[in-house]
């Protein structure tokens, strides 16, 4: 045998192998660095979102003043914490709960919180309960409260479970998020100016695609590590995407914001915030669906969770009737002729449907209710159709009543229990001089006495805080 060739082969073989090396050790990187770099970067990601997050709810914390129970401004003060409902069930507090089920075969969330807080929430649920693989994230419905954390948590896989009108209601929230953003604003002025705002591509509002949908009423239900879970569309609540989860073998209702943050209260099926109306028969038909599964525990993505069958029951029930009562007395005095303004000063809930309106508020329902049914033209007068409102001719009107009328006016309606009516005789006065100092006091004391009403009455959150804004912006 020719010895050099013996060598050269050799050398070729030990090239080969040292090739064959290479190529695996490449491919081996190759397939290491997409799943690597992906974990690397979301771990970046967190690490900074948990900085940024910290930094954002203290500021918020000591900015955001007081507020009724289960208010905005109390929930950004709570700690996060994990609690347990059951062996299986714990839940990171926050202003939205992040939710987690563990099973044997990986883990279940439902809802991801606010994004400030989501790095937390991740972390706490990861080194208290389990860092298991993330197989389902089920997301309640698109507000930004109970989305934020869902890219932190995603792993290779993960399928996203929501209703299929989320990614309409993501898509008109994201639309209009500039407007949105200056009424919140209004209502909550301890957020940043929108052109102050953290624009931080980690932060940014949108863009979740759903893997599974489920329709109204629907019932998606799929079984992990020996768990029985059923998503069910349920509509009307806090918008046309509304899902809810339910575990039959432990009889928990997993509510997100179907209930709204306290249980059991006047539900907001519509909000003042400025939202798509929210459906009022579609509401009671899903309310009717969840009566029936007989839960024994409601778990809601605000607050904490309550349990009782029969507690439960009986709060459902009243929340139902009590909505189908706002609406057939609308109904029924549309019918008899009756305006919008009649029926909001006429109905109130009978003494059995009870239920506190500090989040949703019989009479704006009844507003919205015949706006839901018949649109914006009330019929009561030509100038609706014409984009000259009666503020157009204030002025002209503050020149011919006189100062002097105005404000005697004014205070008179202020004596005889009439705020609101000072209001309007202020805002004619305030056309024709917008300095008037009289007007701008009445106008001032108007408010207070509105705020008081409201403090000591409904305590509807959102009037108060409309009330506070208009005086905070009194010149
Ligand atoms: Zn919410």
């Known amino acids: 045998m020719n010895p050099t060739k013996r060598k050269q082969s050799g050398a070729i073989g030990t090239v080969i192998l040292f090739c064959i090396a290479v190529v695996c050790a490449g491919a081996l990187w190759i397939y290491f660095d997409e799943d690597v770099a992906r974990k690397l970067k979301q771990e970046a990601e967190i690490q900074s979102m948990a900085v940024i997050g910290d930094v954002a709810t203290k500021r918020l914390a000591s900015a955001s003043g007081e507020g009724t129970h289960g208010a905005a401004v109390d929930l950004i003060k709570r700690p996060i914490e994990v609690r347990e409902v059951a062996e299986n069930i714990h839940y990171a507090t926050g202003v939205g709960n992040t939710i987690m089920i563990t099973t044997s075969e990986g883990v279940v969330l439902f809802d991801t919180g606010l994004v400030i807080q989501s790095a937390n929430q991740l972390q706490i649920l990861k080194d208290t309960v389990s860092d298991a ?24 896989g993960t399928d996203i479970i929501a209703h299929q009108n989320f990614e309409e209601e993501q898509r008109y929230l994201s639309e209009l998020q500039p407007y949105q953003y200056g009424r919140n604003r209004t209502l909550f002025p301890w957020m940043p ?15 979740i695609v759903p893997t599974i949908t489920v329709d109204d009423w629907e019932t998606y239900a799929f079984t992990l590590g020996g768990i029985e879970f059923q998503v069910i569309g349920a509509p009307g609540a806090e918008g ?4 809810v989860l339910w575990l039959p073998q432990q009889k928990v209702l997993i509510s997100g914001d179907f209930f709204g943050p ?8 519509f909000t003042m915030r400025g939202e798509k109306v929210r459906k009022p028969v579609e509401y009671i038909k899903s309310l009717d669906r969840l009566i029936a599964l007989n839960p024994d525990v409601i778990l809601p993505s ?54 506190v309106q500090n989040h949703g508020r019989v009479d704006w329902a009844v507003k919205s209710i015949w706006e839901y049914y ?28 006189g100062n002097e009328n105005l404000i005697a006016l004014a205070n008179n309606y202020l004596i005889q229990g009439e705020p609101v009516k000072t209001l309007h005789i202020t805002e004619i006065a305030l056309a024709g001089d917008p300095q008037n100092a009289s007007a701008l006091a009445l106008r001032g004391q108007a408010l207070v006495e509105l705020l008081e009403r409201a403090e000591n009455g409904l305590r509807n959150d959102y009037e108060i805080y409309w009330l506070k804004s208009q005086l905070d912006t009194a010149p």
């Not at 029951?313 to 008899?336: C, F, L, P, S, W």
């Not at 100038?383 to 011919?400: G, K, R, S």
């Open 133 to 156: 693989d993330v197989r389902y994230i089920i997301l309640s419905h698109s507000h930004a409260d109970h989305i934020g954390g869902t890219r932190f948590w995603m792993d290779e």
């Open 240 to 243: 046309a995407d509304n899902a």
């Open 262 to 269: 306290q249980f059991p209260q006047f539900p907001n099926i």
């Open 193 to 207: 100016a929108w052109e102050d705002r953290p624009d931080i591509a980690l932060m940014r509002y949108g863009g």
């Open 374 to 401: 018949m649109g914006w033209f009330r019929f009561e007068s030509t100038t609706e159709l014409y984009p000259i409102p009666a503020q157009d001719v204030y002025a002209d009107l503050a020149q011919i009543a």
């Open 302 to 355: 605000h607050l904490d969770p309550t349990i009782g069958a029969e507690k439960i029951r009986k709060g459902m029930q009243r929340i139902r009737d009590a909505v189908q009562y706002v609406h057939d007395e609308t109904i029924a005095g549309m019918n008899a002729g009756k305006t919008v303004n009649q029926l909001m000063k006429e109905i109130k809930l009978p003494a059995n449907l009870e239920l």
